[in-house]
């Protein structure tokens, strides 16, 4: 059973910054994806950051220079810095992991909140 545990959400004024945690444990495949996605009121579930296992990463449009995903695969641990943070960051972000397999398991954390007031 693999269990995504998130932590550094918070509340925060516009232009600060944010650091997510998200430790993944039990048994993981090594070759995997792990991500960031957010959810804010009223909006689907999208994309923010993902880096795989071999360290290649995809960011969405709003997230690029102003967010870094980071991990450490012993620790099979993400991070997200969060820089320059505006109101419109404010969602739940939620910790993914994906197996890059056919028939790739997918594996969510609980979600953390993040606010940014203005």
């Known amino acids: 059973q693999v269990q995504l545990v998130e932590s550094g959400g918070g509340l925060v004024q516009a232009g600060g910054s944010l650091r997510l945690s998200c430790a993944a444990s039990g048994s993981i495949f090594s070759i995997n994806a792990m991500g960031w996605f957010r959810r804010a009121p009223g909006k689907q579930r999208e994309l923010v950051a993902a880096i795989a296992s071999g360290g290649s990463t995809n960011y969405a449009d709003s997230a690029k220079g102003r967010f870094t995903i980071s991990r450490n695969n012993a620790k099979n641990t993400v991070y997200l810095q969060m820089n320059s943070l505006k109101p419109e960051d404010t969602a739940v972000y939620y910790c993914?992991?994906?197996?890059?397999?056919?028939?790739?398991?997918?594996?969510w954390g609980q979600g953390t909140q993040v606010t940014v007031s203005s």
């Open positions: 993914n992991l994906r197996y890059l397999r056919a028939g790739g398991d997918d594996y």
